[in-house]
């Protein structure tokens, strides 16, 4: 299915986030304006790769190599762009944060920009010494790499793979589009109550197994279990007390439309799950 447009979704969510106070106004602010430069880009980027072949290899997982992509002049411009708007945007509303060194070592660079996507989907501890040696903390990097390049990676999965691609012999946690995480996962009782998994990067849903933990494959009915939010079944974590890490899920109903759902932007407005495993002494993987 399309990726939904997150800045649409969140504005929906509005009023009802006034009403509650869920997101802090700041907080609802920035990733609305993350949002809207994000859908924008993934536009820009589908123009760009309309026609672009796409390499990928659906016989092994994931489907496609970061080591293989080639970054034409127009990818690499609207690249270098995205990183100064996402840092922009970034400093306007956490004006402690600094990308200035970081953003005058990639012009110097050029390779950087590849490398960075590369070292994030192998979980290249060189990451952690690119942040030190900017002065910027590991985890504010990957939230801007991540952010950068997942307009990118959405854009190439519907490049690349048919949208009713189903993945249906990938059985691992691990996104078989990208490879990258998952961000949350969730349970449709349409289909069977069978359990999706969607990637934190590029976005992909595919099945994985309900009863398995997504971080260790972990199956131990005694040492796997979830948390439902009482104020709203729907949602819940799963957690695992073999490995102590949880994902959060929202469970749709029969008679809800699945694709009107927008995980991206669920996972943002349940932080008052993450609050909830944290307090348990769970964390994510």
Partial sequence: MPSPEHAIYLKEYGEYNIQHQILPQDVYSFYLSLFQFQDET???????????????????????????????DQLLSLIKKSFKEIAAIIQTYHPHYSFNVFLEHCEKNEN???????????????????????????????????????????????AGIPEDTTFADHHESYCPFCGFLPDMAKIVESKNNKRFLHCALCECQWEFKRVKCVNCGNENTDTLG?????????????????????I???????????????????????????????????SRQ
């Fill in 42 to 72: 993934v536009t820009q980027y589908e123009s760009i790769l309309h026609n672009v072949t796409i390499i990928t290899d659906t016989t092994h997982f994931p489907v496609i190599a970061p080591e293989n992509l080639q970054f034409n």
């Fill in 112 to 158: 950087l920009y590849k490398d960075l996507i590369i070292q994030l989907l192998n979980k290249d501890a060189k990451l952690e010494d690119i942040a030190h040696n900017n002065s910027i903390d590991t985890d504010e990097l990957i939230f801007l790499i991540i952010n950068v390049y997942k307009p990118l990676f959405v854009a190439l999965r519907h």
């Fill in 226 to 246: 979830y948390y439902s939010y009482e104020p709203d079944e729907k949602y819940r974590f799963d957690y695992c007390n073999k490995c102590k890490t949880y």
């Fill in 248 to 282: 959060k899920t929202i469970r749709i109903a029969k008679q809800h439309d699945e694709s009107r759902f927008d995980l991206t932007v669920e996972n943002l407005i349940t932080s008052f799950l993450d609050a909830s495993a944290l307090k348990m002494g769970y």
